[in-house]
């Protein structure tokens, strides 16, 4: 499919500015939806991708997020479960309302790959992917969940989570690491929403993200930013918590280097 960036770039924006591009919120969505577009296209061509496989991998990246406006624009809230499950609407939004019309011009869109596209938004913050994909749709849904969390890994640090979370600092540094959590973690895997109660467990969430990465290349880029232990890192004021920091940081610094 012959994908303009420019053109892609351009309704991007001019679709952002639909909304209040003053309020913070529309501000960070924006920057996370380019940050992860580019890490899409990185990820593409670790992967050898053609060059219009990279440009698909960079529109998947442009649009996967592209409800999140609507939803912090009605609900004020990026919880899907007190509003509406972003990816989903982000698909009715897209290919229901025609949205991404403006982005590829109808004559120029195949089939194949808007169903591709189609997927791997449909399916990018599912805690599992459905079973029944075939490789290739698999590939693209799994490059842009890497990427997605990649930039997350930036977002937890650069936007502070009590300011997202709404607890205050002292109770921050002062929360424990549910066990469920902490086991989660030590199985290497994704936290369910659900299992996390406290500030210290978002933060064991966040970085447990990186367990579920699938490309060599997502991993690397993670390592490089830097982010990952510092999303952990904090002068907590509980001893446990602080032992257990200490324990995640280990592991999860084995877990970068090999
Ligand atoms: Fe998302």
Redesign the pocket.
């Known amino acids: 499919m012959n994908i303009d960036k420019e053109k892609v770039k351009k309704a991007f924006r001019d679709y952002v500015n639909e909304f209040d591009v003053e309020d913070e919120m529309i501000h960070l969505k924006k920057l996370h939806t380019i940050n992860v577009a580019s890490i899409c296209e990185d990820i593409g061509k670790s992967l050898s991708l053609s060059d219009e496989e990279i440009d698909l991998c960079f529109l998947v990246g442009m649009l996967?997020?592209i409800a999140?406006f609507r939803q912090h624009t009605i609900y004020k809230t990026f919880y899907d479960y007190k509003s509406f499950d972003?990816?989903k609407m982000g698909c009715e939004i897209l290919f229901d309302e025609g949205l991404i019309n403006r982005f590829v011009d109808e004559e120029d869109q195949d089939k194949d790959d808007i169903h591709l596209l189609r997927l791997a938004i449909r399916w990018?913050?599912a805690y599992r992917l459905p079973k029944n994909l075939n490789e290739k749709e698999k590939l693209f849904c799994n490059i842009i969940r890497d990427a997605?969390k990649v930039d997350i890994f930036r977002v937890a640090i650069e936007e502070p989570v009590n300011n997202v979370y709404s607890v205050s600092r002292k109770e921050e540094l002062d929360s424990e690491i549910t066990p469920e959590v902490l086991e989660a973690f030590y199985e290497h895997h994704a936290i369910k929403r659900e299992l996390r109660k406290t500030m210290a467990d978002v933060k064991v969430g966040f970085v447990a993200l990186s367990f579920e990465l699938v490309f060599p290349r997502s991993k690397e880029i993670a390592k490089e930013q830097g982010f990952l232990v510092r999303i952990i890192e904090d002068d907590y004021t509980n001893e446990n918590t602080i032992r257990q920091v200490e324990g995640i940081k280990n592991e999860l610094n084995n877990y970068l280097n090999h």
């Open positions: 996967h997020d999140r972003h990816a990018h913050s997605d």
